[in-house]
């Protein structure tokens, strides 16, 4: 049975975290890849600005229900796609009778991923976007493919681990959150494409123990008036988060281990304000960085938010530290 639940509450509802919802999860996940199902994620902005061409349309099939988050009438899909959504409380009852999905499913580096319906609204929604493509490429360039050992934190929906392990030979993946439905829904993820992998929920690095050979992190990093924590990164225009991530990371490290940081970054009147932060906060021996400029201007609509009135642009950004003691 579905629930009817308003709009208000519908997009804080999350009936598929439950925990006995993870095979249907699991289920869904391996029917949309057995049919070829492809869509990849756009901006927030993009979304909206496709969506607005045709407000009240409907979705007519599962690229536009699952992609693009658009209600649809119960004989829009066929019957073992809407079961299957049934199963894993993957949709919810609108006041006029028409169903809404509550997750997405989204392609990243030819690996399918569940994550949240749009709009992202809710504090604790699992994000994935433009951004994760972005990520998954700078780690599959730069993991060292010695490492076992693999830490995602600030996981998400898994994409940085996942594509991580994925690559390396007997890795086992710790995924590591804030957010426990982030942490469920990328267990899920994790364990469709068989890795091996533990979660643990936390609210900072410095919470985790052990070393790992590879930590892959992908933080917040806007100016958030709504201090959602999948998208506020802090002070310093944002870069508050990518800082300390960076610096306690660095304590999980085991000798001859890297980090991997993908992040956005405020540039203030020419100056990038987190190389300024990290070149005073690490220390000036046994680390090697790469840090580079990724793509120039993302994101430049929120450039009209509060908070960015002396932002120039926000620049993507790729981070590699290596700690000293490798063989």
Excluded at 28 to 36: E, H, I, S
Excluded at 140 to 145: G, I
């Amino acid at each position: 049975m579905l629930t009817e639940v308003s709009e208000v509450d519908q997009r804080l509802a999350a009936p598929w975290a439950a925990a006995e919802r993870r095979p249907a999860l699991l289920a869904l996940l391996r029917l949309l890849d057995a049919r070829g199902y492809d869509h990849v994620t756009a901006t927030p902005g993009t979304h909206a600005r496709v969506v607005a061409r045709d407000p009240e349309r409907l979705g007519r099939d599962a690229r536009e229900v699952l992609g693009w988050s658009r209600c649809f009438e119960h004989d829009a899909l066929d019957p073992e796609l809407l079961a299957a959504l049934r199963a894993a409380g993957a949709v919810a009852i609108e006041p006029d009778g028409r169903l809404r999905p509550l997750l997405r499913a989204s392609r990243v580096a030819g690996r399918l991923f569940l994550h949240s319906a749009f709009p992202t609204d809710a504090p604790d929604s699992v994000f994935l976007g433009p951004d994760s493509c972005r990520f998954a490429q700078l780690i599959a360039a730069r993991l060292d493919p010695r490492a076992t050992r693999v830490l995602d934190y600030g996981a998400g929906a898994g994409v940085g681990g996942i594509v991580a392990a994925s690559l390396l030979d007997r890795a086992h993946l710790t995924l590591a959150d804030v957010n426990p439905r982030a942490l469920a829904l990328a267990s899920v993820n994790a364990e469709h494409f068989g890795v091996t992998h533990a979660i643990e929920q936390v609210q900072a690095p410095d919470d985790l123990a052990g070393a790992f050979d590879l930590i892959v992190t992908h933080p917040p990093f806007m100016i958030d008036a709504a201090k959602r924590a999948y998208r506020d990164g802090g002070d310093l225009y944002g870069a508050r988060l990518s800082l300390e991530w960076v610096v306690q990371g660095l304590a999980l490290l085991a000798p001859g281990g890297r980090l991997i940081l993908n992040t956005g970054v405020s540039i203030v009147d020419g100056r990038d304000v987190l190389r300024d932060a990290l070149r005073e906060r690490l220390p000036a021996i046994g680390v090697r960085l790469d840090y580079r400029e990724l793509d120039p201007d993302i994101f430049s609509e929120d450039l009209d938010q509060p908070g960015y009135d002396r932002v120039e642009r926000i620049a993507a950004v790729g981070l590699v530290v290596e700690r000293s003691g490798g063989a």
